[in-house]
């Protein structure tokens, strides 16, 4: 069974750092057909994409994001972890991991998602 | 980046009723679309890649459609479970992987 699970802060205060961790299981990080997303979701709003990592170790982020965020991966640990500096209260979110999948001629999706986790930027 | 724009945002709907959802992109993604169905205080759940294949174990009543800069998403026949909200979202140019607005679908 596949499966992605979050941890890490409900609350963080501005300017600090964000810290996520993704732990999957039932699949691996090194499995040329699959990768990871993180997305977020402003309460009452839409998915918004940050940040992938790939089996190769290859990443790409939001543009907008990209000097906030740092995306890595323990594939032993089978972990993905999201950092984003300076946090803000507009950072306010729910925050996914995703598993990306790719089919045949180079369609891809998010199959699997985490449970998500709140996160909260306040003083 | 590629704009994905739904219609509509909201809409009502009873059980058994025929639903259809529009997402358009801002330019041409072949069929380079996903459909994923999201319940208030849950994860989204994949129901359709590139454009028109369910995902394994989503019920036959949904389907989609189109390519170029439109798609739709349809549900044959509305049951209690499928109120929810819905995404589409394009994985032809990447980054960024861009969403739409979401089309709530409520009970009439």
């Known amino acids: 069974q596949v499966t992605l699970k979050e941890s890490g802060p409900v609350l963080v205060k501005p300017t600090e750092t964000l810290t996520l961790t993704c732990t999957v299981s039932?699949?691996?990080?090194?499995?040329?057909?699959?990768?990871v997303s993180w997305i977020r979701q402003p309460p009452g709003k839409a998915l918004e994409w940050l940040a992938a990592i790939f089996s190769n170790d290859e990443k790409s982020y939001r543009t907008s994001l990209k000097s906030r965020l740092t995306i890595s991966k323990d594939t032993f640990e089978s972990q993905v972890v999201l950092s984003m500096t300076n946090m803000d209260p507009v950072d306010t979110a729910t925050y996914y991991c995703?598993?990306?999948?790719?089919?045949?001629?180079?369609?891809?999706?998010?199959?699997?998602w985490g449970q998500g986790t709140m996160v909260t930027v306040s003083s | 980046d590629i704009q994905m724009t739904q219609s509509p945002s909201s809409l009502s709907a009873s059980v058994g009723d025929r639903v259809t959802i529009t997402c358009r992109a801002s330019q041409s993604i072949s069929n380079y679309l996903n459909w994923y169905q999201q319940k208030p205080g849950k994860a989204p759940k994949s129901l359709i890649y590139a454009a028109s294949r369910l995902q394994s174990g989503v019920p036959s009543r949904f389907s989609g459609s189109g390519s170029g800069t439109d798609f739709t998403l349809t549900i044959s026949s509305l049951q209690p479970e499928d109120f929810a909200t819905y995404y589409c979202q394009q994985s032809y140019s990447t980054p960024p992987y861009t969403f739409g607005q979401g089309t709530k679908l409520e009970i009439k």
């Open positions: 039932g699949f691996s990080l090194s499995n040329t057909r699959m990768g």
């Open positions: 995703a598993r990306m999948y790719y089919y045949d001629r180079g369609y891809d999706a998010f199959d699997i």
